[in-house]
């Protein structure tokens, strides 16, 4: 397993070009996925209805006072809440890259948030310090979906973003993860391999065609 030493895996993004239309982009309306429920990851077109979502919360029902982390999770973490509401989750934390979150977001003491951009270094230290504090025994859910607003970043970050969050992620464990389009092919599947070669990972759950994957951590 390659080791990400201090988040080295955002070295791989060359910033300038762009960088202020993608950024405009992760906070406006235009992003397609932001403030998405937790049944729309890796939902289908065609069936808008997800096949990972019920896994997930299968996984979860057995340790109902875990937390969990939705990277790039939209301005209010919907996705996060529905874990809480649903009562398999007691604290979770979402990233977006400004803190637009509104009143009623805001109020809820169970969802915690960090506005940064996930490419800098900066953002996943400091996401890093809050897992430490509120979850040192791991996570029991990561989720990572930018999809859309993150189109362009080279198949390196990917890698390293998802290795690093199955690091943090506790035995028995879940990680899902949706990669934008641009990888689907080759490099999806060279992603889910590599990450198959983990020794502490039990199974990828990853349906043909899907550019979304569940990953389950060994007990």
Known sequence: ?????????????????GDEERNSTLGD???????????????????????????????LGSRPTGVVLDIAGGNNGIAVQDLIKKGVARLGLVTNLEDLRNRRATKKREL???AGDIILQQTWREIDAWR?????????????????????LPTQFYEGALNTLLDWTMPGGVGLFQIPDILLDDDLSTICQRLR???DVANIFCPQASNTALIYKAN
């Open 132 to 152: 430490q504090e509120h979850a040192p025994e791991g996570l029991a859910a990561v989720m990572h979906r930018p999809y859309g607003a993150l189109q362009c």
């Open 29 to 59: 309306s235009r992003w397609g996925v932001n403030n998405s429920s937790l049944c729309s990851y890796g939902a289908s077109p065609l069936s808008r209805k997800s096949p990972f979502a019920e896994r997930l919360i299968t996984q």
């Open 1 to 17: 397993m390659k080791v990400y030493r201090n988040f080295s895996f955002c070295n791989s993004v060359s910033h300038g070009a």
């Open 112 to 114: 915690h948030h960090i």
């Open 197 to 199: 070669s983990r020794q």
